[in-house]
């Protein structure tokens, strides 16, 4: 993603969608030019068939920030980088990145969300490059083992702590292995993207105020 400054004032825009109110089967409009210049400006319907997805990765495109909007909007190569609309309200909600197996279109294809082009868009402007903070350890989901380790009950939700490195920013923060973050600054984590990106858009420096499960009790 890149941003360009184009001089003069009073462009149209087109509004920012909400992704808490994106839903599975909402209608969705994709814009591209699949296969170069010969089908320009192309636009293709579907409907979102999934959120969230984190599309197993042997290549390495994705990242561990992922969390893509599934769709069944016909994309091929060359769509990528083109806008995802939603069809009702005309709001922006993505850009097509990605199809999911083979290098022509098979029904799956995938889009980042318009909240993360914000974040990567806006800090350019504002600070010149993306800047992310880190928790420095390692994380995992809440497994069986692990819940009955911690004596967790199971409706619990929230991302466990796997290790801590010595030289992490949080070698003394007090978290240790096998704590279960619960909230970060008050938002509920119910799972390792969601700890990832809350962390990723605070600044580095600033304070966090996390709660933690920990053999049965919450601190």
Not at 31 to 45: A, C, D, H, K, W
Not at 70 to 82: K, L, T
């Amino acid at each position: 993603l890149a941003v360009l400054k184009i001089e003069g004032n009073k462009f149209p825009t087109i509004n920012w969608g909400d992704k808490r109110t994106l839903m599975v089967g909402d209608d969705v409009v994709a814009i591209g030019s699949p296969f170069g210049e010969e089908l320009r400006q192309t636009v293709t319907q579907g409907i979102i068939s999934a959120l969230h997805r984190q599309p197993q990765d042997p290549d390495k495109q994705f990242t561990e920030y992922t969390d893509h909007i599934q769709m069944d909007a016909a994309v091929n190569p060359g769509n990528s980088g083109g806008p995802l609309f939603h069809a009702e309200s005309g709001e922006f909600i993505g850009v097509n990145e990605a199809i999911i197996g083979n290098q022509t279109f098979a029904g799956i294809s995938m889009a980042i969300p318009g909240y993360q082009v914000r974040y990567v868009t806006e800090a350019p402007i504002k600070d010149g490059k993306v800047i992310r903070g880190s928790l420095g350890v390692s994380i995992s989901e809440i497994t069986p083992q692990l819940r009955a380790k911690v004596g967790a009950p199971q409706e619990l939700k929230g991302v466990a702590i796997v290790e801590i490195p010595a030289a992490s920013p949080n070698a003394k923060s007090g978290l240790v292995a096998d704590d279960v973050v619960v909230s970060l600054n008050g938002v509920t984590m119910t799972n390792m993207l969601e700890l990832r990106w809350t962390t990723a858009q605070m600044r580095p420096g600033s304070t966090a105020k996390i709660t933690v499960w920990r053999k049965g009790q919450r601190l």
